[in-house]
């Protein structure tokens, strides 16, 4: 089954695409080569510039609450195990603190590394890092892969209470939802959202053997799913047909 995931607004956006960058650049800091640890540069340069959002962080710190706010009305429920809420609002605690004790954006001190921001300046630009262009960032290639390795972590470090603030809010929404199985009708599927709920993501589970893309788009009010297929040509072309499919609204 392949995971596609579809949000409601623009701060689940930015978390989901800042998500996928930290998962690449988990990726890529622990293999050997100079190529690897050029694009786990790449992407985190991508990662500060996702970040920059002014209210990006104050966004964080609001979900958190919330989340918290909501999971502690359950503290007299006796068929809600105390134990697992304790250790649930204790992660929300202690990734509320690391973000909100990080002075400014996400990564902001990697700013006055003067290196850094060389390599960020010519990173975009086509053979922008050629050795003539940098010798400093070539000969920080040459160095063995473990030194490389250290400075990319010193440098990857600025974004962990980043990057605990997304695991914990992500797995609190995702864990918020109820899949059930749906059936499209001619490659098409709808369906009405209740009014008075506000759905922040979408998750969509369909058999991969099927070679079926879907394509989402909504809002407060409606859902619409078309699935596609990707001819030999290269273009994409409706499916007209009815597939079974795993779908989730998460709030």
């Known amino acids: 089954m392949v995971l596609y995931e579809y949000p409601f607004n623009e701060s689940i956006r930015t978390?989901?695409?800042?998500?996928?960058?930290?998962?690449?650049?988990?990726?890529?800091m622990p293999r050997d080569t100079a190529v690897d640890h050029h694009f786990?540069?790449?992407?985190?340069?991508?990662?500060?510039?996702v970040s920059s959002r002014a209210d990006l962080?104050?966004?964080?710190?609001?979900?958190?609450?919330?989340?918290?706010?909501?999971?502690?009305?359950?503290?007299?429920?006796?068929?809600?195990?105390?134990?697992?809420?304790?250790?649930?609002?204790?992660?929300?605690?202690?990734?509320?603190?690391?973000?909100?004790?990080?002075?400014?954006?996400?990564?902001?001190?990697?700013?006055?590394?003067?290196?850094?921001?060389?390599?960020?300046?010519?990173i975009s630009i086509p053979g922008g890092t050629c050795e003539f262009d940098l010798p400093a960032y070539y000969a920080w290639q040459q160095f063995d892969a473990g030194r490389r390795r250290a400075d990319l972590g010193a440098w990857v470090a600025t974004l962990a209470p980043l990057a605990e603030a997304l695991q914990v809010l992500l797995q609190l929404l995702r864990d918020a939802g109820a899949p059930h199985k749906v059936m499209s009708s001619g490659g098409q599927y709808q369906q009405s959202l209740p009014p008075?709920?506000?759905?922040?993501?979408?998750?969509?589970?369909?058999?991969?053997?099927?070679?079926?893309?879907?394509?989402?788009?909504?809002?407060?009010?409606?859902?619409?799913?078309?699935?596609?297929?990707?001819?030999?040509?290269?273009?994409?072309?409706?499916?007209?047909?009815?597939?079974?499919?795993?779908?989730?609204?998460?709030s």
Request: proline share 2%.
């Open 15 to 28: 978390m989901l695409r800042l998500e996928h960058l930290l998962d690449r650049l988990g990726q890529l």
């Open 40 to 49: 786990a540069l790449v992407t985190l340069f991508e990662i500060m510039d």
């Open 57 to 122: 962080k104050s966004d964080l710190l609001k979900e958190l609450e919330r989340h918290k706010a909501q999971l502690v009305a359950y503290r007299s429920n006796p068929q809600v195990s105390q134990a697992a809420l304790d250790g649930i609002i204790g992660r929300i605690d202690h990734a509320f603190d690391g973000l909100n004790h990080q002075a400014g954006k996400a990564a902001q001190s990697l700013t006055s590394n003067e290196w850094l921001m060389s390599v960020r300046s010519r």
């Open 196 to 250: 008075g709920r506000s759905y922040q993501l979408l998750r969509l589970r369909i058999d991969e053997t099927a070679g079926l893309i879907p394509e989402i788009s909504g809002h407060r009010l409606i859902v619409s799913i078309r699935l596609m297929r990707c001819e030999a040509d290269g273009r994409m072309r409706p499916a007209n047909e009815d597939m079974a499919f795993e779908l989730t609204l998460c």
